[in-house]
């Protein structure tokens, strides 16, 4: 068939025409019913119908609590765990922990009962007045403005007889004695759960005339008067020496150091060499 151009016409290719694009209307229509879809799936993946219906209300998330009896046991069982736990903490804190304070670790000093000081004879200062001396060397200390009221002082001069209380240097006179230096020592913080816990805190506010009381196991009270409050190195020893012609006792403690009473730094807490000692002297009355 020659070549013309009727038959070129007739064999050229015709380009489809696009679709046509449906309406707005419609087109939103189904899009939003695919985004719906695709939502409801998720939903249901990621939350389940229980999930959906709290997202939706969100009142309805409560906490259900099994009535059941075997859970209703184990919940009683756990409580009770914690309130015993509890008890037990509030226990140690109260008795104080082992080691609390830096302790010695040594086994502990029993406390001995005082007797009670408006049964106690007087016994006056300045006169020549036998006494048969107790068997039981333990004193009993009272000083009113510290707020110490019988503490037991024992004739011990080793460090776990000062860890529970008061001590008296054995080397030194007792109350009962003629011109005696009654010299007794406490610590400043000391530790929990004993007389020694801060029982000497306040030994600096003691001024002239404070009352400091002494008891022996007899029953026997002596009374002085404070005279003298001053501080010394710790190798000063002669402030346990008596004083010619006087009945006193001498109350001791621990400084930060000779000129600062009243700090409680590291260098009182760790027993430094630099640290003072408190000297507080009562004439007996």
């Given at each position: 068939m020659p070549w013309t151009t009727e038959t070129e016409i007739n064999t050229t290719v015709k380009v489809a025409e696009p679709p046509r694009a449906r309406s707005s209307k419609s087109s939103g229509s189904y899009a939003n019913q695919a985004t719906r879809r695709r939502g409801?799936?998720?939903?249901?993946?990621?939350y389940g119908t229980r999930g959906r219906a709290l997202r939706e209300n969100p009142r309805r998330r409560r906490l259900r609590v099994s009535r059941?009896?075997?859970?209703?046991?184990?919940?009683?069982?756990?409580?009770?765990?914690?309130?015993?736990?509890?008890?037990?903490?509030?226990?140690?804190?109260?008795?104080?922990?082992?080691?609390?304070?830096?302790?010695?670790?040594?086994?502990?000093?029993?406390k001995v009962e005082p007797p009670l000081l408006s049964t106690?004879?007087?016994?006056?200062?300045g006169e020549q007045v036998s006494i048969e001396p107790p068997e039981d060397k333990t004193l009993y200390l009272t000083v009113p403005k510290l707020g110490l009221y019988g503490h037991t002082v024992r004739n011990d001069g080793s460090a776990e007889a000062l860890d529970?209380?008061?001590?008296?240097?054995?080397?030194t006179g007792f109350p009962w004695q003629q011109n005696a230096n009654t010299y007794i020592s406490g610590h400043?913080?000391?530790y929990a759960g004993t007389e020694s816990y801060y029982q000497f805190?306040?030994?600096?506010?003691?001024k002239n005339g404070d009352e400091v009381i002494l008891e022996d196991a007899a029953g026997n009270r002596y009374t002085y008067r404070v005279f003298k409050v001053f501080?010394?190195?710790?190798?000063?020893v002669w402030?346990?020496?008596?004083?010619?012609?006087?009945?006193?006792?001498?109350?001791?403690?621990?400084?930060?150091?000779?000129?600062?009473?009243?700090?409680?730094?590291?260098?009182?807490?760790?027993s430094s060499p630099d640290t003072g000692r408190l000297i507080v002297r009562a004439e007996r009355v």
């Open positions: 409801e799936v998720r939903h249901r993946t990621r059941e009896p075997v859970y209703q046991r184990r919940r009683r069982a756990a409580l009770l765990a914690a309130l015993a736990g509890l008890a037990l903490v509030l226990m140690l804190l109260a008795v104080g922990l082992p080691g609390t304070g830096g302790g010695s670790g040594a086994a502990p000093v029993s106690a004879p007087v016994v006056p200062g529970a209380g008061a001590i008296k240097i054995p080397e400043r913080v000391g805190l306040d030994l600096p506010k003691l501080a010394v190195e710790p190798t000063d402030v346990t020496e008596p004083l010619a012609g006087r009945d006193v006792v001498t109350l001791q403690t621990c400084t930060e150091t000779v000129n600062d009473w009243e700090t409680i730094g590291p260098e009182l807490l760790e």
